[in-house]
């Protein structure tokens, strides 16, 4: 886990992670917040060749293991898990067409864009090598860049994920569980 401003709340309650059947382990940004980059490039050394990230504020219906086969499939060196949104749920800022990610602009989106980041995606750790060590930048830097350079492929989902930064992201995130446990 990547962690930064009141990391150590999450460590204590998380630890090792094995009273919940997992091994964590943790990268944390230090002094100087690092950002979602930044904190990536920091972590490399805990990481494999290529790995998912996945924002730590959303709950994700997805399949993991299809969109890492996706991934090796597509050649390039990161991919994003995109959703239709139409601004629905936030700002759109994805162009995907015919299957393609054609370009990811978080800071200047386009009214062709009818995608979102769906807060999921995998990089190869490769692609942080020229941005600098200890110092901050955003992920969405990277993946705009990979985005204009042709490297991000996209992997369309068609359920939409749900937030969990918020109480009425956490409302609507529990009423989605109490729907699913009828079913």
Same mark, same amino acid.
């Given at each position: 886990?990547?962690? =930064?401003?009141? !990391?150590?709340?999450? &460590? @204590?309650?998380?630890?090792? +992670?094995?009273? /919940?059947?997992?091994?964590?382990?943790? $990268?944390?940004?230090?002094?100087?917040?690092? =950002?979602?980059? !930044?904190?990536?490039? &920091? @972590?490399?050394?805990?990481? +494999?060749?290529? /790995?998912?990230?996945?924002?730590?504020? $959303?709950?994700?219906?997805?399949?993991?293991?299809?969109?890492?086969?996706?991934?090796?499939?597509?050649?390039?060196?990161?991919?994003?898990?995109?959703?239709?949104?139409?601004?629905?749920?936030?700002?759109?800022?994805?162009?995907?067409?015919?299957?393609?990610?054609?370009?990811?602009?978080?800071?200047?989106?386009?009214?062709?864009?009818?995608?979102?980041?769906?807060?999921?995606?995998?990089?190869?750790?490769?692609?942080?090598?020229?941005?600098?060590?200890?110092?901050?930048?955003?992920?969405?830097?990277?993946?705009?860049?990979?985005?204009?350079?042709?490297?991000?492929?996209?992997?369309?989902?068609?359920?939409?994920?749900?937030?969990?930064?918020?109480?009425?992201?956490?409302?609507?995130?529990?009423?989605?569980?109490?729907?699913?446990?009828?079913?």
């Amino acid at each position: 886990m990547c962690i =930064g401003y009141l !990391g150590e709340m999450i &460590q @204590a309650e998380v630890g090792d +992670g094995s009273r /919940f059947g997992m091994d964590v382990s943790y $990268s944390l940004d230090g002094p100087v917040l690092l =950002g979602t980059g !930044g904190a990536l490039k &920091q @972590a490399l050394p805990l990481l +494999g060749k290529h /790995f998912f990230v996945l924002y730590g504020d $959303s709950f994700l219906p997805i399949d993991f293991a299809a969109v890492e086969r996706s991934f090796l499939a597509s050649g390039k060196s990161a991919l994003m898990t995109v959703l239709k949104n139409g601004d629905r749920w936030d700002k759109s800022n994805v162009l995907f067409q015919n299957g393609e990610l054609i370009e990811y602009n978080k800071q200047a989106p386009t009214q062709e864009m009818t995608y979102i980041d769906y807060g999921l995606g995998v990089l190869s750790g490769q692609v942080l090598a020229k941005y600098p060590n200890a110092l901050p930048f955003d992920l969405a830097q990277v993946y705009h860049e990979l985005s204009v350079e042709g490297q991000l492929a996209g992997y369309e989902v068609h359920e939409r994920f749900y937030e969990i930064g918020s109480h009425g992201g956490l409302k609507e995130t529990e009423a989605y569980f109490l729907e699913k446990g009828k079913a």
